[in-house]
């Protein structure tokens, strides 16, 4: 099995050796293989995406992802910047599919914003159109106006659209989903407004009658965003397109307080898949080896049971990681008084002791 | 000075009821006409906003408008559904500056989900963009997808867009609104993904060279939905566009867990008005006279400032208001142990008394 290691930028090359350490230790046979990406695809070979990480990561099985991003390419024009490596991924290779549980650890739930009882025991599982919707949508740019009060000034302008094969497949993904967890499936949309969604709001409610065991709610973004604040443990699965589900997924990352705890999966339509840390590339503590390695050391949980077929050894990584939380372990994210702060690599240390 | 009077649907009538008392005790001379908007609307004359109702708006140099909204229109045609007056009245009057405070009362504090050291003294203002955007922008519809891997199907589809103008109108008040603040303005885009948000945020940069004593930075979207969970305090002034607003205001609203106090206005370019609480019709509670009145109060106040020019009036009744907090009067969404609870037409009858 051929794994593509992705680095990127500020703490995603820590981060990601001590997922890959963890990964050696499993006493399997992995093939693994660097290459860079986002502002260190654009230092190697001008580009976030290099051809060469492009291919690699085409054929390989699955995708080890870090992060990607710093100040420093701010001023690069937008085409050139790290972050259009993620979307060029997620679009070149299909991963249509995006996995972002958000769950709090009872061990850290004094971590959160949020009063314990709000939040202690969440477990919410975002599933998230991801090529789709005013991301990728074209026309798109910067026209002069065709008509209205501002006919002939400059606007900028973009395309929202969801094709029905589209709604189709990541509505199979959440009601699949959800009935591996509580059975209910809440569908987020602006239909009352959008047309795009309220064509998606009939999509999955056709798709709906092939999964008689889920209960299937529909509630609009904004009524959702409310809610994860108000009364997040309502929530089982969440589905939505990939605009709303930017949004809610960080917000409800968020509400755990332990954002560097949240791993992802970004599945095409063969369970292929990438997997990252939810939380960014963090440039301001890059180098200084206290980056919290956990949530991309879950991303390989997540890719060793999604991609990879090896339910037990994921289930394993998963265990090592609960065992460290309950040893006291905390990166300087997660830290309270009473636990024992650890740095970057011992955190990756005490995983695999921990195996 | 005329006042158009919409109770709308649901709890509507019965808050939009005590806020009109309250201008009436205030001693000046009012014309107040009242016209019947959405379901109300639909039930008087076929259509959620009627001509009636919508030349009256036109007519008034002021709007007080309760809600509308209710689970037995949800069957009728989009154009017919309740919702659709708000968005008629929005553009037809050219409403584009919407105001949305997020203020948490220290009386209040226990109310929010957050922990106090998170929200209490938290004092938001969000300036959301109300007439363009996604909302309104053409073409729209279901439609066969001309091209991609779904060529053939059916999809829906929208459109974003804003103009120059449009950016710098909404702009100017966001940055005036923040000089008479904290004098710190976020503008919150998705300019990493979207052609209309890098043109917003080169707008906005723009017209901040007119503000050189506001303190002006960008944050996407994403992370705002983030940062308004982890450290909302840190907010001053936040604008942006209709769709992001939509879904950050009511995020906003909802950590003062006490959305029952929090008004809202919506102002064309002369200052006329229409105003409004920032919660819904609530079907569920209407009729029971157990509503908050107060953000419908506090909404009046809002008139009497933005539109009317009274401001004293104004100040009368938001201290009012806090007089009624501090004797410890609570309607039942706000109510705690230790408090005096009381109904929709006692909190309205100890505000008037509070003047
Ligand atoms: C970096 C950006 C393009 C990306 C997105 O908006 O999808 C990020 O926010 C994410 O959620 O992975
Ligand atoms: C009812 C709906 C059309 C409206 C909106 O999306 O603007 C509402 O959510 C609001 O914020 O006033």
Redesign the interface.
Known sequence: MKIAILPGDGIGPEIVTQAVKVLNALGEKFEMETAPVGGAGYEASGHPLPDATLKLAKDADAVLFGAVGDWKYDTLD?PL?P?QAI?GLRKNLGLFGNLRPAILYPELAGAS???PE?VSGLDILIVRELTGD??F??P???RE?P????KG??????????????IRRIAHVAFQAAQKRGKRLTSVD?A?????????KDIVTDVHKEYPDVALDHMY???A??Q????PKKFDVIVTGN??G??????A???T?S?GMLPSASLDANNKGLYEPSHGSAPDIAGKGIANPLATILSAAMMLRFSLNKVEQADRIESAVKKVLAQGLRTADIYEAGTTKVGTEEMGNAVVAAL
């Open positions: 937008r910047r972050e979307l914003t949020l009063k709000v005013i991301y949508g074209q798109r740019g910067v106006c008509d209205g009060p501002f000034q400059r606007e900028g302008f973009d395309t929202m659209r969801y094709a029905e094969g589209e602006k009352n407004v959008l047309e795009t969604f309220q064509f998606w973004v904004d009524n965003a409310m994860l604040v108000r009364a605009m709303f930017d949004i809610l997924s960080d917000a990352a968020m509400l307080g954002i």
